[in-house]
């Protein structure tokens, strides 16, 4: 579904990524891993259309994504990828219901099958009885759960997720670890990780090792 052709990234004189070639296929579950500074958060978000490569490709079912105009891919990224990351990012002014509809209100999907699709994935996600509670009522591990089913929410084709447990206390890790595996059983969801929990890479389908911006 995805394919990485020799990625390159530089910033000024840094070269943080050294030639990455990768693929993802449709259903897995792909840890990234390494030590700080190898380059993960860097490969996610260029494969996850966030950044561009400084040369190199990316090919996301067939389409190669850089190459598209920023406002095109905006709207690609909108329909095809949800993102998790370290810190929720949710809006505090707004419920959990309503934090988890605006990707979908962006997409251009009518208020009430937003609202509706939202309130079955919060369900799913066991958080029914905290659809109307704002992100400052809701523990680290629902908040978490909240920005997953955000991400979910225009059932995107992969969903990238970067350190999503970093934050999170043992248990709460583990329940977002469980989650995420039973999202790719049951719905046969994509997701590309990077990560220094060791539990959640052992979840994984595969890992990817990297170091000084290169994949071993």
């Not at 040369?55 to 850089?66: A, S």
């Not at 009518?110 to 919060?122: C, F, G, S, V, W």
Request: with cysteine.
């Amino acid at each position: 579904m995805i394919e990485g052709i020799n990625i390159h990234k530089k910033y000024g004189d840094l070269e943080v990524l050294k030639g990455v070639s990768l693929t993802i296929s449709r259903g897995e579950i792909v840890a990234i891993v390494g030590r700080s500074g190898a380059g993960k958060s860097t490969l996610l978000h260029i494969i996850g259309t966030l950044d561009k490569p400084s040369t190199g490709e990316v090919i996301f079912d067939g389409q190669h994504v850089h190459k598209f105009s920023d406002r095109k891919l905006s709207a690609f990224r909108n329909k095809h990828i949800g993102f998790v990351f370290q810190f929720h990012h949710l809006l505090p002014e707004f419920t959990a219901l309503e934090n988890v509809c605006i990707p979908a209100f962006i997409h251009g999907t009518r208020p009430n099958t937003a609202m509706q699709n939202a309130k079955e994935l919060l369900n799913y996600l066991g958080l029914a009885h905290r659809l109307d509670h704002k992100p400052s009522q809701l523990s680290g591990g629902e908040q978490q759960r909240v920005a997953v089913a955000r991400a979910l929410i225009n059932a995107p084709d992969a969903v990238f997720a970067d350190e999503p447990s970093g934050n999170l206390d043992t248990q709460n890790s583990q329940d977002l670890h469980e989650l995420f595996l039973k999202l790719k059983n049951e719905r046969g969801q994509t997701f590309i990780i990077v990560t220094h929990n060791q539990e959640l890479a052992a979840l994984s389908d595969r890992t990817i090792q990297m170091q000084d911006g290169l994949i071993l």
